[in-house]
């Protein structure tokens, strides 16, 4: 019984690793707010290493429609406007000396629909994993019984991966519904 608790326990640890990377990667799909998120797989080459835009400049936003970018060394500023412009987050660069704003346009119905979708993927790499690790945990399971482990238990093993599935299956439809409901509101 012990070691289905732990394969139970890493199932569930393995499980919100996959939400909160489900969280990280909808935070990076814009709703129409600016947020620091939007800008965070962007890199340049700073000194001969690819660098990550927050290491080389500091990012806020001033309102709900603008982000402000403010390289370190004032030098940067051309490339660090050249990795905006080439990242196709689809944001232009104003820049005037010494910082960098990005202006978000207000969402097109059609624009929102898209990215309404593009959520949707998301949400459904998502809960492919965290069905994968069902089915990893449901395997493991099923090994015990060849170590002397009693079928009942491995069978209870499994209703009980199947309710941690289901929980945090319903946890990723809330994530979408959220997410969803952000978008569409104008």
Same mark, same amino acid.
């Given at each position: ?101 990005? %202006? =978000?346009?207000?969402? /097109?119905?059609?624009?929102?629909r898209d990215l309404v $979708?593009?959520?949707?993927? !998301?949400?459904? *790499? ?5 069905? %994968? =690790?069902?089915?990893? /945990? ?7 019984? $060849?170590?002397?482990?009693? !079928?009942?238990? *491995? ?25 969803e409901t952000d978008i569409m509101?104008?």
């Amino acid at each position: 019984m012990e070691e289905i608790e732990l394969f139970l326990d890493d199932a569930k640890d393995t499980m919100e690793k996959a939400i909160k990377h489900t969280q990280i990667e909808l935070s990076k799909i814009r709703a129409g707010k600016a947020s620091v998120a939007m800008l965070d797989g962007i890199q340049l080459d700073y000194y001969g290493s690819m660098t990550p835009l927050s290491g080389v400049a500091s990012i806020n936003t001033p309102d709900a429609r603008t982000i402000a970018v403010k390289p370190f060394e004032r030098k940067l500023i051309a490339d660090v406007e050249r990795a905006i412009r080439n990242s196709n987050v689809g944001l232009n660069p104003q820049n005037d000396g010494e910082t960098i704003r990005l %202006n =978000i346009p207000p969402l /097109t119905e059609e624009r929102r629909r898209d990215l309404v $979708k593009k959520v949707k993927g !998301e949400i459904e *790499v998502g809960k492919v994993n965290i069905r %994968n =690790i069902r089915k990893d /945990t449901n395997d493991a399971l099923r090994k015990l019984t $060849k170590e002397g482990v009693s !079928e009942d238990a *491995v069978k209870q093993g499994e209703e009980r991966a199947q309710k941690l599935t289901d929980t945090y299956i319903s946890r990723i439809d809330q994530l979408f519904a959220t997410k969803e409901t952000d978008i569409m509101s104008v």
